[in-house]
């Protein structure tokens, strides 16, 4: 009897501690997805839109909804309730909280240093993507210490600076400079040994750089067309996230990829919430690109998709609208509506027809989801702050903050 109850005991403490080793598995493979303006009400919506599609009423899951571990975020600033994305990408990049419109620096101006650094130094290779131009607040935080979000060149200046593997999705909004009187970005990164990389054909003749900086065709704008607006030829974010993947997992002690849907903010600020919809379903797709990697690693991959904060206020439902949300009014809205106040007005017609809220053109200070999968994922469910997110992928990492 005696015996017997010692095995058991034994069996019980190794069970559980392959089931803590199991949960706490480190990862190699990481990747961080920030919906920029991407709130819960947002994520609803598009479920129901594509609940509508299907003739049915209810909820049809994005994939990353469906991620088992599951938390809610709060993203205020240091100095207001509701964020801009420079302190928001501060706080996921850095664990510390800053003032609006700063990047990478604390509310005193020091430097702050992000976790990509960190990780790059313990020779993981580094992804940076978004969809919008790459000196903008949420991928710049990544990779910049500025006190102003707005000295885009300067920002732009410290992208080679980096030494990270991978850039890619929008390019600059100003390559030299407010005044056009500055040296050319690109030629600085072709000098810092960066291979620039114009599509996908020019990507399967150039693939074997050691660095690369992938963007659009050239005479596109500098950031990527909505998903609404994508012509045959443009390139979207799952195509970039597939590009990094290729080219980053080369090294054989992982990487780390931050990849931001970055105008899933600028559809939410115009209130066009067809335009916000299709961009959300395309930064799922993205999503499902990292999913399918880690289908094949699944012991060593671990998948966070949260946003900086909500932009929008959306609601299914508003004031006197009833219980029937009505997709039929965006049905043949076939491009996406540019930020003016005039339209905004204009179009703010089909929202009400559809029964669709919307409370600002601006931020909002709600908690945005935190949706993970993989190795070490437990650590994102729960309550969580934005300065939490960066902290717990050190932990999983086993890497000092
Ligand atoms: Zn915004």
């Known amino acids: 009897m005696k015996k017997s109850v010692h095995f058991l005991t034994l069996a019980l403490i190794f069970i559980s501690i392959s089931f803590q080793s199991y949960a706490l598995n480190k990862p190699k493979y990481i990747f961080l997805f920030i919906g920029d303006g991407m709130g819960i009400s947002q994520v609803a919506l598009t479920e ?8 049915t009423r209810g909820s049809e899951p994005l994939i990353f909804s469906k991620f088992p571990s599951y938390g809610l975020c709060t993203t205020y600033s240091a100095n207001y309730h509701i964020t801009c994305s420079s302190a928001a990408g501060t706080a996921l990049s850095t664990g510390t909280k800053t003032n609006n419109y700063m990047l990478g620096v604390d509310p005193d101006t020091n430097k702050l240093k992000s976790i990509s650094y960190k990780l790059h130094e313990k020779g993981l290779s580094i992804g940076i993507i978004s969809t919008v131009p790459l000196e903008q607040a949420t991928p710049a935080a990544f990779y910049a210490n500025s006190a102003s979000r707005k000295s885009y060149y300067d920002i732009s200046l410290q992208l080679p600076q980096s030494g990270f593997e991978f850039f890619g999705g929008g390019d600059f909004t100003d390559p030299k400079g407010k005044n056009n009187d500055k040296r050319d970005i690109f030629e600085i ?7 620039i990389i114009r599509g996908f054909q020019d990507f399967e003749k150039k693939k074997g750089s050691e660095k690369i900086a992938f963007f659009q065709s050239k005479g596109k704008d500098s950031e990527m067309p909505f998903a609404i607006d994508r012509k045959e030829d443009d390139i979207k974010l799952s195509d970039v996230v597939k590009v990094g993947i290729d080219h980053l997992y080369k090294n054989k002690k992982g990487f780390f990829m931050m990849a931001e849907g970055g105008k899933i903010d600028w559809a939410a600020h115009s209130n066009d919430a067809k335009t916000d919809i299709l961009e959300i379903i395309d930064f799922a797709d993205a999503v499902e690109t990292a999913y399918n990697f880690y289908l094949k690693h699944p012991d060593e991959t671990l998948i966070i998709v949260t946003a900086d904060h909500d932009t929008g206020g ?18 043949d809205q076939t491009s996406s509506f540019a930020v003016d106040n005039e339209i905004i007005k204009k179009y703010s017609e089909r929202n009400e027809k559809a029964n669709i809220g919307w409370t600002t053109s601006g931020h909002t200070g709600v908690y945005v989801p935190v949706y993970s999968i993989g190795a070490g994922s437990q ?4 309550r969580l702050d934005n300065t939490d997110i960066p902290k717990r992928i050190m932990e999983v990492m086993k890497i000092k903050f």
């Open 189 to 195: 990164l072709a000098d810092s040994n960066y291979t």
């Open 379 to 382: 650590r994102f469910s729960g």
């Open 314 to 331: 959306a609601s299914l439902g508003r004031d006197k609208g009833g219980y029937i949300i009505d997709f039929n009014s965006f049905s």
């Open 48 to 55: 129901a839109y594509l609940a509508s599609l299907k003739g």
